[in-house]
């Protein structure tokens, strides 16, 4: 069975704090994805990492896939308010996508 | 706005009953997936279509049956319900395989069983 870790499961920091989350698996995916939720609302998408040891930037979130392909993180830079959400990271492999438990992120102004 | 629509967006029923969630896949999208949100157990994945064909299950009941419909709507009937089945009930949809797994969400059915 696939499962995804996610760590913290809870993270509450000021505003302008750095922070990092992250998902691990002990198997193998084809690619993982990163999603955030807002309450009340579906996961939105926000990065897909497909090789090992890839680095993707998204303004001040940078997500990293590990070497093995069985773990990431998502590094977050000078938290903002706006950032506040659950986060999912999801794996892929050939006929469906798992998602970890989430880490929900408040961020406080 | 994802593209995806799921209706109803809110349905409250008693145990025993049986109840219908509607979803219609971005435009283009030949893959829906649905997934189980509750606070204890996370995003559980459910069952995934293809192309009007099952392509994987999960974690689904035997009391739970979905499909996919030559237009590539989907519905999840859910059947003798049960408290526990009190939950987020997401559609997403995806343009191939679930390989890339990047999918688009709907913004839920939220099913309340008193």
């Known amino acids: 069975t696939q499962l995804l870790e996610q760590s913290p499961q809870f993270l509450s920091i000021q505003e302008g704090e750095n922070l990092t989350v992250y998902c691990n698996s002990s198997?193998?995916?084809?690619?993982l994805q990163w999603y955030r939720q807002e309450p009340g609302e579906g996961p939105v998408l926000l990065v897909t990492v497909v090789t090992g040891g890839e680095v993707k930037k998204l303004k001040r979130l940078t997500f990293q896939f590990g070497d093995a392909r069985k773990d990431s993180s998502l590094h977050i830079t000078a938290a903002q308010p706006g950032d506040t959400g659950l986060y999912l990271c999801a794996g892929a492999s050939y006929d469906k996508v798992i998602f970890g438990p989430g880490t929900s992120l408040s961020v406080i102004p | 706005d994802s593209g995806v629509t799921q209706t109803p967006k809110h349905l409250i029923t008693a145990t025993g009953q049986r109840v219908t969630l509607r979803c219609s896949p971005r435009s283009g999208d030949l893959s829906v997936y649905w997934y189980q949100q509750s606070l204890d157990q996370g995003l559980q994945f459910l069952i995934q279509y293809y192309n009007g064909e099952e392509r994987a299950k999960g974690n689904i009941l035997e009391r739970f049956s979905a499909q996919q419909f030559p237009d590539l709507h989907s519905e999840l009937n859910l059947s003798s319900l049960e408290l526990g089945d009190s939950a987020l009930y997401f559609c997403?949809?995806?343009?191939?395989?679930?390989?890339?797994?990047?999918?688009?969400f709907g913004e839920g059915s939220r099913l309340t069983v008193l």
């Open positions: 997403a949809s995806s343009v191939g395989s679930a390989h890339t797994g990047e999918l688009f």
């Open positions: 198997s193998v995916f084809s690619s």
